[in-house]
């Protein structure tokens, strides 16, 4: 049920942003939502400022602080899609980006969805790579695909046509002649503002409007549609009986639209222990036919905590969205890969040599290179939490320290070198290979067979929480990685060449 609810939460917040106090802002909404399943072309430019205090931006790790530099600057996106459902996507940044002490002169990655298969290309590269297999797969399992969302456009448009929330400041400014990608266009310009109160008092309505609407049974029954088209475990609406599930959502947007309602948004803060400041901008051109629109907004949030409050600090927000989407429902054409230079993930995937021939500044051989094919990681003494190839995993039983020497468990160094160890039960012997090295040691035996000679180890395998657990210098070392312990924060740094 919690799943579903969601569903119809995001729902009312975005009734709450594209409400119909103009018939165009109407139009506006029903257009947007129809992106997913007909033609268009886009041009969008995103903008987040950040504001922390000095003690919280200190704690935050190099990457975040790259990703917030980045935002801050604008993130620029291209997009396109085809009546036939191929689509185009090309983003881009204006500026430097540095990632793990990398530095790329920019950031330019295409993206295409065609007939004939996805492929990614960065500016950096002549190739374009066609991503097949399970990587393919994986992608598609992420996201629900943009028809699926086909049969709600007739639920929403019903529902659009009798919501009735009224803006307490919007104008409409007639009509202006504006420049767009697609050459000068007459449209409508709309003008309104939003402040936390009224983004309250619009969440309020909307949860109590939902509630009484007479056919919300007809957004169950399409979302019960939506649901059947994916995954068991993406599925977000409860089995069982439909009228009892509707009716439990009918009471529950009920409920919450009371409960916004009566207690009011600064007795809602209290109980949520902070004080949030909202205001928003925005500006809003369309032509007649909603074909053609230009956007122009910006809007800030502020948190502060109060007594007894979760958030520890406070927090302010700035985002800006400009752009244009026109041709909405007309022919569009997109970029095509070019056939003589396509290599595929699975040929990726096979040869670990053949990232190497894009380019040094390739942010797609550098993805591959660092999160893919390296074989590197960091673990801390006596903490669980651990990385390999940049990503955190847990381990369920900690690195420790005995005898000057750090023992881990069998199974983070399998998954650092990406290849399994071999267990045999009868004499308690794990063995390691990796590149033509190969490395075996038996629980409570010094000596060690390294490559088939014998070697003695400062210090045996031995048991710990039903876990295996190794010497951590004498096995990576033996099969070819530099090792690197760090006496200020006692971690242990590993890297295979």
């Not at 066609?130 to 086909?150: H, P, R, S, V």
């Not at 309505?205 to 475990?233: H, M, Q």
């Not at 040094?360 to 903490?383: C, H, N, P």
């Amino acid at each position: 049920m919690k799943k579903g609810m969601i569903i119809f939460v995001a729902f009312a917040l975005l009734l709450a942003g594209c409400q119909s106090t103009s018939p165009a802002l109407t139009s506006i909404a029903f257009k947007s939502l129809e992106m997913g399943s007909t033609s268009f072309e886009a041009e969008q430019t995103f903008k987040v400022k950040t504001n922390f205090t000095t003690d919280y931006q200190s704690e935050l790790d190099d990457m975040t602080l790259m990703l917030l530099e980045v935002l801050e600057n604008g993130v620029h996106v291209e997009s396109k899609r085809t009546l036939d459902n191929e689509e185009y996507v090309r983003v881009y940044i204006d500026q430097p980006i540095t990632i793990h002490n990398r530095t790329f002169p920019e950031l330019d990655v295409e993206w295409f969805k065609t007939a004939n298969g996805v492929y990614v290309k960065t500016s950096a590269d002549e190739e374009y790579i066609q991503i097949t297999d399970d990587w393919m797969q994986e992608i598609e399992g992420a996201f629900y695909k943009t028809d699926q969302l086909e049969p709600l456009l007739p639920s929403i448009e019903n529902y659009l046509s009798q919501y009735d929330y009224d803006l307490s400041n919007v104008s409409s400014n007639g009509k202006v002649t504006i420049d767009t990608p697609d050459g000068q266009k007459e449209v409508t310009h709309i003008e309104y503002a939003v402040d936390f109160d009224e983004l309250f008092n619009m969440l309020a309505f909307t949860f109590g409007n939902l509630a009484e609407y007479d056919r919300l049974d007809d957004f169950y029954v399409a979302l019960e549609e939506l649901n059947s088209t994916v995954e068991p475990d993406a599925q977000f609406l409860p089995p069982g009986d439909r009228e009892a599930n509707l009716e439990l959502v009918r009471q529950t947007l009920k409920d919450v639209g009371l409960m916004l309602e009566y207690m009011g948004k600064d007795e809602l803060m209290q109980e949520m222990g902070v004080d949030a400041n909202f205001d928003g901008q925005f500006n809003v051109y369309v032509d007649d036919q909603a074909h053609t629109l230009k956007l122009d907004n910006t809007f800030s949030l502020s948190l502060t905590p109060l007594v007894n409050s979760e958030l520890e600090r406070p927090v302010e927000i700035e985002v800006s969205m400009s752009g244009f989407r026109w041709n909405q429902g007309e022919t569009v054409e997109i970029p095509r890969p070019d056939t003589d230079k396509i290599m595929t993930t699975h040929e990726l995937k096979e040869d670990p040599e053949l990232h190497k021939t894009l380019s040094e500044d390739s942010i797609v051989r550098y993805a591959l290179e660092e999160l893919v094919f390296a074989k590197k990681g960091t673990l801390f003494i006596d903490q669980a939490h651990a990385t390999i190839r940049h990503q955190t995993v847990q381990m369920d039983t900690v690195p420790y320290i005995n005898q000057d020497h750090t023992f881990v468990p069998v199974r983070y160094i399998s998954d650092l070198t990406q290849s399994p160890v071999s267990w045999d039960d009868t004499t308690k012997t794990a063995t390691f290979s990796l590149d033509g090295e190969e490395v075996s040691v038996q629980l409570n035996n010094r000596v060690a067979i390294v490559n088939g000679a014998e070697v003695e180890m400062p210090i045996a395998a031995e048991i710990r929480n039903s876990r295996v657990m190794v010497p951590l210098r004498f096995v990576t070392e033996s099969l070819g990685a530099h090792v690197q312990y760090n006496a200020e924060d006692r971690s242990v740094d590993i890297e295979f060449e």
